[in-house]
């Protein structure tokens, strides 16, 4: 089971997934996903509402069974790789246990793994330090921002060194502000720690700062209509955002998301990919 | 909790947090004033106004009155003392049985998927059933002059509220919650004792606290239909058959202060607990 350097840590081949909802009814909510993401890429999924993203994450993740293909993470199956702890999860929303202080919160998945206390405490320690958030130990969520919140669900995740981090629209709850500050915060924090990462998101400037790949998918059913490799320069800061490449870059994948639109999608998608292509949708 | 307010709370916020102990207990002393003064007028003037509209005593007794009618039987007379603590541990009795099957069933329920199929539409059912009458039938199966069948009385009408209560909070977990707990392969046993339990405790407390006024209702309700003769539900009956209606208020008095010292002991144990749940969400219910 040792992971050698050239084997991808997530491999996807014909994954499909149909949701039945009885009488005959069903929906196909992903089709012939081939993917492989390498050892610390920073890959993230986006396309419109409905394009079966979040449950692709959650098939790599083994929340969710696919209906056919294959999913490996590290060569193992989803399951043996679930057991193994090899995911870190983040949701949209914190999910931040309120009856646990902050330290509390980063503890829990270690608590679940066995770990002893005095290895549990320094290694909080240490996770609210990367987040730096390192003075908020003793405080419980509900005194925390919503982008503080989320650095907690960071920390949390990262607190057992899984192989792989799963974000499921972390930022899609925070105000663009506070977005790009949690974009720049994950960055600094994926160069220290080169776990590898996979994103999904709404928002195309977001897809394009963070990713080393970009991965366009449409809607109905879910496919992966373009990969896009974004070779702006690393480390990345606010002046990326600013650099003519980032903005062909942006335009690339929006045309992207546009180009399913008229290739004759269905209607009811037709605008809202345009919407999408307009910038951010939250 | 407002993305807008930034990132970092300024010194302001960390001030307020400093001076929160301090401060929640000066505005528990002010909550407390305004209440403190109804509760004045309401006695000063119902004891002025029987005065002035004439009315008899034996339709409503003044508070004076009842106050008398309380020393007056006291440990003598009526015996409102031992009669108090009496019907009191019934209806503790009845508050613990009732809460312990009411948690039993619903740590079933919640864990057999089956068993909260079969049980929460009974529950539900039950709820609108007045069981009160069925104390009577309490007295004939548990004994009419032992404390068991008013104990037995209290704790079904306790039973119910625990265990829809606790139910609710074991199985209403945030889903993306249990997700959490399934991306770190956590155990069912895990999952229970990490988030199920802490999830159901503030649902337990509100039915614990619902449960300390029902158990004094089934005591009382069920002495009315005989047994013991030192418990305050045989003087409030007793006493009303006697036209003697100022010792009946003083029994009633004396119960529902009963009721709300056990409501606010449950409090306070919940503040105790789960300090997170009363100071993020406030003493409702």
Not at chain 1, 165 to 176: I, N, R, V
Not at chain 1, 209 to 217: N, Q
Not at chain 2, 58 to 67: H, K, T, V, Y
């Amino acid at each position: 089971m040792t992971a050698s350097p050239d084997q991808p840590v997530v491999s996807l081949s014909g994954v499909g997934k149909t949701f039945s909802r009885g009488d005959n009814e069903t929906t196909v909510a992903l089709e012939s996903i081939s993917l492989d993401i390498a050892q610390g890429e920073f890959v993230s999924l986006i396309g419109p509402s409905g394009c079966g993203k979040s449950t692709l994450l959650r098939v790599i993740g083994d929340l969710i069974q696919p209906t056919a293909g294959d999913v490996r993470v590290n060569g193992k199956p989803a399951a043996r790789a679930r057991l193994d702890r090899d995911y870190g999860m983040v949701f949209q929303a914190p999910v931040l246990f309120e009856w646990r202080d902050i330290a509390g919160n980063v503890e829990l998945p270690l608590e679940i793994l066995g770990r002893p206390a005095a290895e549990r405490k320094a290694r909080a320690r240490e996770m609210l330090d990367l987040v730096d958030l390192g003075g908020f130990a003793g405080h419980s969520p509900s005194q925390l921002s919503g982008g503080m919140q989320q650095r907690v669900a960071i920390a949390r995740a990262l607190a057992f060194e899984p192989a792989l981090l799963l974000m499921d629209e972390p930022f899609g709850a925070l105000d663009e502000m506070t977005r790009e500050r949690m974009n720049a915060e994950v960055l600094r924090i994926w160069e220290r720690t080169r776990t590898t990462i996979v994103f999904v998101t709404h928002s195309i400037p977001e897809a394009v700062f963070l990713s080393s790949r970009v991965v366009v998918m449409s809607a109905r059913p879910g496919r992966i209509t373009k990969v896009i490799d974004i070779d702006l320069p690393r480390p990345r800061s606010e002046d990326t955002r600013e650099s003519p490449r980032y903005f062909e870059l942006v335009t690339e994948v929006r045309e992207t998301l546009r180009q399913r639109d008229d290739g004759g999608g269905p209607s009811g998608v037709a605008s809202m990919t345009r919407t999408m292509a307009e910038g951010v949708v939250g | 909790m407002s993305a807008a307010a930034g990132d970092v709370p300024g010194p302001a916020d960390a001030a307020a947090r400093r001076g929160r102990g301090s401060g929640r207990a000066r505005r528990a002393a002010g909550d407390l004033i305004a209440p403190a003064v109804v509760f004045v007028v309401v006695i000063v003037g119902w004891e002025l106004a029987l005065g002035a509209l004439g009315i008899q005593t034996f339709i409503l007794p003044r508070p004076s009155d009842i106050a008398a009618a309380v020393g007056e039987n006291w440990t003598t007379g009526f015996g409102i003392l031992p009669s108090a603590r009496a019907t009191l541990l019934e209806a503790f009795g009845g508050f613990v049985i009732g809460t312990v099957a009411g948690v039993l069933v619903a740590f079933a329920s919640a864990r057999w998927l089956s068993a909260q199929h079969a049980l929460l539409p009974l529950a539900v059912a039950a709820g609108a059933v007045p069981i009160i009458a069925f104390a009577p039938l309490m007295n004939n199966w548990f004994g009419v002059l032992s404390p068991l069948s008013k104990m037995m009385m209290a704790a079904v009408l306790v039973f119910f509220p625990v265990m829809a209560n606790v139910t609710k909070g074991l199985t209403q977990v945030e889903p993306s919650a249990l997700e959490l707990m399934r991306s770190y392969a956590a155990t069912d046993a895990a999952i229970l004792r990490k988030l199920r339990i802490p999830n159901a405790l503030p649902y337990f407390f509100t039915a614990l606290k619902l449960a300390t006024t029902l158990a004094l209702i089934g005591a009382i309700v069920g002495e009315y239909f005989g047994g013991a003769s030192l418990v305050l539900g045989r003087i409030i009956v007793q006493s009303a058959s006697a036209l003697k209606f100022d010792v009946t208020w003083a029994a009633i008095t004396v119960a529902a202060v009963a009721g709300i010292v056990f409501y606010l002991l449950v409090a306070a144990v919940e503040r105790l607990v789960i300090p997170w749940h009363t100071s993020v969400h406030g003493e409702v219910s």
